[in-house]
């Protein structure tokens, strides 16, 4: 049975591409908005767990018919968290219909096993397709695959923009986070402001990426001069990462 592992670039799947990856796929489902620090995750484990099992390990890259940005201009509609199409949309169905190929497998989901109560049940629908959920199987907790990673070198090192999600345009990213794009991502944050003024209609009303923000323009002026200000000092003290949007970003 061809084996398939769930792969979003974070703690738990990329655990479970050490604990089971020889001789399996991981599946990156690429929303096409990732930050460009992902896609140099994506290169990294990718080479490091291919030599840790021997070649035996591969880890596909795909993508849905249109990019999450296109969608979101053409429908002049931004994912929010009670609106979550992103993920439904541009990492679950991908992966459904790339699997369809296969008329019997398995997919490895990254829960940890400080999470089996939300095992409720499958997150794609494939009949061919048999869910597993081996570091709840195997009593695996987020310590132990964060120790796990750190005594391989493949612990992530996210910027502090990214502590929800790989993806610039996520529903899940705090304030906080869109400041420090602004420092350190200015080139991405620019694409976020830009994307924010492209959804707008005709209708007499401001849509924002995020309610309880100004405009992205304004914002973005705001905060490059806010570098050494108390907020965002604070937001760089070493801190654990706040847990993602779910299993198919990063968490």
Request: include cysteine.
């Amino acid at each position: 049975m061809k084996k398939f592992i769930s792969f979003s670039g974070g703690v738990e799947s990329t655990a479970m591409c050490l604990l089971y990856g020889k001789g399996a796929t991981a599946i990156f489902a690429d929303t096409g908005a990732e930050h460009a620090k992902m896609y140099e995750r994506l290169d990294y484990v990718e080479n490091m767990l291919k030599v840790y099992h021997d070649g035996d390990f591969d880890l596909v890259r795909i993508k849905a018919s249109s990019s999450l940005t296109g969608y979101i201009k053409k429908t002049l509609f931004f994912p929010s968290p009670l609106a979550r199409f992103c993920t439904r949309m541009f990492k679950i169905e991908p992966i459904d219909k790339y699997l369809e190929q296969y008329p019997n497998c398995t997919l490895m989901i990254g829960l940890n096993a400080d999470e089996a109560d939300n095992r409720t049940g499958n997150y794609l629908k494939g009949k061919n397709i048999n869910y597993t959920y081996p570091l709840i199987e195997d009593n695996h907790d987020r310590d132990f695959c964060y120790e796990l990673l750190k005594s391989h070198g493949l612990e992530p090192n996210f910027p502090a923009y990214m502590e929800r999600g790989g993806c610039k345009y996520c529903p899940f990213k705090a304030k906080k986070e869109y400041a420090a794009m602004v420092h350190f991502a200015p080139e991405e944050i620019a694409e976020v402001m830009e994307l924010e003024e492209a959804i707008q209609d005709k209708r007499n009303k401001y849509f924002r990426i995020r309610a309880n923000m100004p405009r992205m323009r304004e914002f973005i002026e705001i905060e490059k001069n806010n570098l050494f200000g108390a907020e965002i000092t604070d937001h760089y003290k070493q801190s654990e990462q706040h847990k993602s949007c779910g299993v198919f970003c990063h968490r």
